[in-house]
């Protein structure tokens, strides 16, 4: 009985002082642990202690930055992912995180400069950039149909629609695209105002 109530002594303590527990450990592998397991809250705990240990940490700051946007704390997901930057401006999963961010606050013109922003980086270390030129045509078909595109947005639109094209000439998305593209070409205005933006009801 003796045993028994030192245990649940120590156990006592160590819920006082959760870090502890970890204090020899890996506390980074436990966060993911509890990002697996949907345990944000806590995930987020055990980051902000790993990221402390090693504030230079780009791969901690992202895992921290997803860990506050599975919680909707996107304002502070951006600083961090913002700070990872200005450690690692060749990390291009931080651009990524930046542009999904900029994605679920329906900021899509921000969206669209982080994912360029990843492709430029992403393509000098041949890594893939199909879905990002997907998703940048994404976020213009929701502002064709909200605040509406300029002229040098529409060509941009088509550059990434061709690029996603070509490098994903199977995809399932395709044909769906092609004809989004080919009702928009029927729908383009000349752009002869200068500002005059395009706007698509379908």
Request: include cysteine.
């Amino acid at each position: 009985m003796k045993s028994l109530y030192l245990y649940l002594f120590c156990a006592f303590i160590v819920m006082l002082q959760p870090d502890c527990l970890f204090a020899q450990g890996d506390v980074y592998a436990q966060g993911n642990i509890e990002m697996r397991e949907g345990n944000y809250q806590q995930a987020e705990y055990y980051y902000k202690i790993a990221l402390e240990r090693e504030p230079k940490n780009v791969l901690i700051s992202n895992a921290l930055g997803i860990c506050l946007m599975a919680q909707k704390k996107y304002l502070e997901a951006d600083k961090v992912f913002e700070s990872a930057i200005e450690l690692d401006t060749n990390y291009q999963t931080t651009f990524w995180n930046l542009a999904k961010s900029a994605t679920y606050q329906r900021k899509d013109s921000v969206a669209i400069d982080w994912y360029e922003r990843f492709i430029r980086v992403a393509e000098r270390q041949k890594i893939s950039v199909t879905q990002a030129h997907l998703n940048v045509v994404m976020c213009y078909e929701r502002m064709l149909t909200t605040t509406g595109i300029l002229q040098e947005q529409y060509y941009n639109l088509m550059h990434h629609a061709n690029r996603f094209m070509v490098l994903f000439p199977d995809a399932p998305e395709i044909r769906p695209l092609q004809e989004f593209l080919s009702k928009l070409a029927s729908s383009v205005p000349d752009f002869n105002v200068p500002g005059q933006r395009f706007v698509y009801r379908g």
